[in-house]
């Protein structure tokens, strides 16, 4: 079963409208509606809010502010890294909801809790909050000029951390004696998760358990950060989740809202829900990416990489959410060489804090952006040095492995080389040049890039997994990673059905809450079946064991003498026993394993698109994608394909289109929805050929397979801006809209 394109189950359900999404559940009986009034400022000194009038409107039952949560013992929401850093990380206190000072738009206020949804925001209309308006900071610049306002009495110069990592006298010393040392400026814009489905959230006494149903995609970890903050002990605390309609990284991580919501229904002893608008959610929980970076490439007179630099800022936001300063530091330099040689490099990070939201993970984390890096600086060492930019990543590409970084990371596999040479003869380059003829006759531009990747995926180390098996013959997997629209409701059980030899259909699949779940880490880093996946190897293998063992003593026979087939063991005169029959004698079997890997895999590939404008208007038409991926061996390969190619859709979308965008003065959000911030439509894509490859199989892992959900979203922006590049013939920076690409053609 271990390679089978088996279409998803839950897709069944799924089409029926039949999904268990928190917002469309039926609550408990008396569920109370939660609305946040949020700050319209960036930046603000307030007062006292007067409250008066919203507690005497109709169903109101508790309006709850930071200085009761305050009051109440309840701390900041926790930020989890620990950077060995230049200049240590700073982490100022992230209130729940603000106490007397808001720093970005969206930031809550108030929690009004009543019998409706609209009755709350009723009263949030009665609610009188008087601002004292601050000097305020939308941009990483802003933030750390001479004599900018400081937002955190912490944090001097508004600077959270400095990183370093690299040889910077090897550096100095290859740039000196290179041929050709190339300078960009590289910036990756700052974009949202927008997943399907908003943030949600339940909270209630349950069997007399402080519970919490959320769409969140990783249950211990954010109980953790709550329990952080509350002060409560993890056992007192029950999350659930339902089906989530994707995550991304947002729903990675604890917020306030999350706090505001277990506290109030503490208080009343109701069950209290939570739904937030999608503008909540683009202006209040998380955003990603949002690295500027100057980069320099040092190479000898043939072409080869002697040495890469790069200092970057990233955008903290206002407060350091759990994993930013992460994906702004270490994440980006354990890829930053991308599929290349790069015998020298030095990194530098900082991360600064402005009147913005928070950043958080975004699918890939650090990794995108450190991959457009290497690859928007090949592209220009071609245009400077008149190299031609395909041969230039053929001679540089990684070849004999093992192979140590100049940054530390140890790549164990892959056949870069080959990627690139089969992408470019399958996307058919050798054919451009007619077809950019073709193209010119009719006025428009065409351009064409080929470009490479390489993800280091792991996500947070280790996985726990449980396998039971039972007198009605069902199997139960439990499991501590955990699906948000993957598909794991089918690749688990597919994966189990392999290693016991027994139908999918015996395999009862349960994820998501900590009362059945002892421990694990989530979805997040491509890490799932990397992790997942070998927490269950490791726990059939248990369980197997017990029920060999178990079979020899009711058949009377060795453990060896048994041969194990569709779920059965048998002795050559035909006696045997199943599974089902061996835990109706002995009570249910159990394999249950929690393992420590902490080994990364290497996901990698080169990605080829060609693009078509309209020099009159700038309008861009992407008109052929192509994809030659290397994700060790695949056990479905349909649904990898399909996650390459959503990650492919938003790595597009950032190129192209995407884009949360500040007023430069006021810091107020100006993309606050999909009126502002664009997306692609099926419209904007052409058939995205994918291309998977299976001769490169990982031993980090005992099912040699490699993460990923993150891959595409790595690979396809750079692909996109060098065909780009290639169509206007200068540089361009992300997202290439009409209207930039119309200012670059006018020069």
Request: aromatic residues 6%; charged residues 20%; hydrophobic residues 45%.
């Amino acid at each position: 079963m271990f390679g089978q394109s088996i279409r998803r189950l839950e897709d069944d359900r799924f089409l029926r409208g039949q999904g268990r999404y928190l917002s469309d559940q039926a609550a408990p009986a008396g569920t109370l509606q939660a609305y946040f009034l949020r700050s319209p400022q960036a930046h603000a000194d307030f007062g006292p809010l007067d409250l008066a009038a919203a507690r005497a409107a109709p169903g109101v039952h508790l309006i709850l502010t930071g200085e009761d949560l305050r009051a109440a013992g309840i701390g900041s929401l926790p930020c989890l890294p620990i950077l060995e850093a230049e200049l240590p990380l700073i982490i100022p206190p992230r209130p729940a909801m603000a106490q007397g000072r808001v720093r970005h738009v969206g930031e809550a206020l108030a929690c009004i809790i009543a019998e409706s949804r609209a009755q709350a925001e009723d009263a949030a209309e009665l609610i009188s909050v008087d601002y004292t308006p601050l000097e305020t900071l939308s941009s990483t610049a802003a933030a750390l000029a001479p004599g900018a306002v400081q937002l955190h009495a912490e944090a001097p110069g508004n600077l959270a951390f400095r990183w370093k990592r690299g040889d910077a006298a090897a550096v100095a010393a290859a740039m000196a004696r290179a041929a050709h040392v190339i300078t960009r400026h590289i910036p990756n814009q700052r974009v949202t998760c927008a997943p399907i489905e908003p943030r949600a959230a339940l909270a209630l006494v349950e069997d007399g358990m402080l519970t919490l149903h959320l769409n969140g995609q990783n249950m211990h970890g954010i109980r953790a950060q709550i329990c952080a903050a509350m002060g409560l002990a993890p056992e007192s605390l029950h999350l659930l989740a339902p089906d989530v309609g994707g995550g991304f990284g947002v729903k990675n991580v604890a917020f306030g809202e999350h706090v505001a919501l277990l506290h109030a229904t503490r208080v009343l002893g109701r069950p209290i829900r939570w739904v937030a608008e999608m503008a909540e959610d683009f202006a209040a929980s998380a955003h990603g990416r949002g690295m500027d970076a100057t980069a320099r490439l040092a190479l000898d007179a043939e072409g080869r990489f002697l040495a890469l630099e790069v200092d970057s800022v990233s955008e903290m936001g206002a407060y350091l959410s759990s994993n930013g300063p992460y994906c702004a530091s270490h994440t980006p330099a354990t890829a930053l060489s991308g599929i290349y040689a790069v015998p020298a490099a030095h990194f530098t990070a900082r991360g600064a804090f402005s009147n913005t939201a928070p950043m958080e993970a975004y699918r890939g984390a650090g990794k995108p952006e450190a991959n457009f890096i290497i690859e928007m600086m090949i592209e220009a060492a071609a245009h400077d040095t008149g190299l031609d930019p395909q041969a230039l990543r053929a001679l540089n590409a990684i070849r004999a492995f093992p192979h140590r970084s100049a940054l530390g990371q140890e790549i164990r596999d892959g056949d870069f080389a080959a990627r690139l040479e089969e992408c470019a003869r399958l996307a058919d380059r050798a054919g451009f040049a007619a077809r950019r003829a073709e193209s010119a006759a009719r006025g428009k531009r065409r351009g064409f890039g080929l470009t490479g990747f390489l993800e280091t995926a792991r996500g947070a180390p280790g996985e726990w997994a449980r396998l039971r098996a039972s007198a009605d013959g069902v199997v139960e997997l439990a499991i501590g990673t955990q699906s948000n629209g993957q598909g794991h409701e089918t690749s688990f059980p597919q994966y189990i059905a392999h290693l016991l030899d027994i139908p999918i259909a015996s395999i009862r699949y349960v994820q998501a809450d900590t009362a059945q779940i002892a421990r694990g880490n989530g979805h997040g880093g491509a890490r799932s079946l990397h992790m997942g996946g070998e927490a269950m190897r490791q726990a059939a293998g248990v369980l197997l064991a017990q029920a060999r063992s178990s079979a020899a003593r009711l058949l009377q026979c060795m453990p060896d003498a048994l041969h194990y087939q569709a779920g059965r063991f048998g002795l050559p005169d035909g006696r045997g026993l199943a599974l089902a029959e061996i835990a109706a004698e002995d009570g249910a079997l159990e394999g249950e394993v929690a393992h420590a890997v902490d080994l990364v895999t290497f996901p990698n590939g080169a990605h080829a698109a060609e693009v078509e404008l309209d020099p009159e208007t700038g309008e861009v038409a992407l008109l052929r994608y192509t994809a030659v991926d290397d994700y060790g061996l695949l056990l479905n390969p349909m649904l990898a394909r399909g996650q390459v190619q959503g990650g492919v859709a938003q790595g597009i979308g950032q190129a192209l289109m995407e884009r949360i965008a500040y007023d430069p003065e006021s810091a107020q959000l100006l993309s606050a929805g999909f009126m502002d911030y664009t997306m692609p439509r099926a419209s904007d894509l052409p058939d995205l050929r994918i291309e998977l490859r299976e001769d490169q199989p990982t031993a980090a892992n005992g099912l040699g397979v490699k993460g990923t959900g993150q891959a595409g979203c790595i690979a396809a922006p750079q692909a996109i801006m060098a065909a780009m590049r290639d169509a206007v013939g200068t540089d361009l920076i992300m997202p290439a809209t009409p209207e930039a690409v119309w200012r670059a053609l006018q020069g």
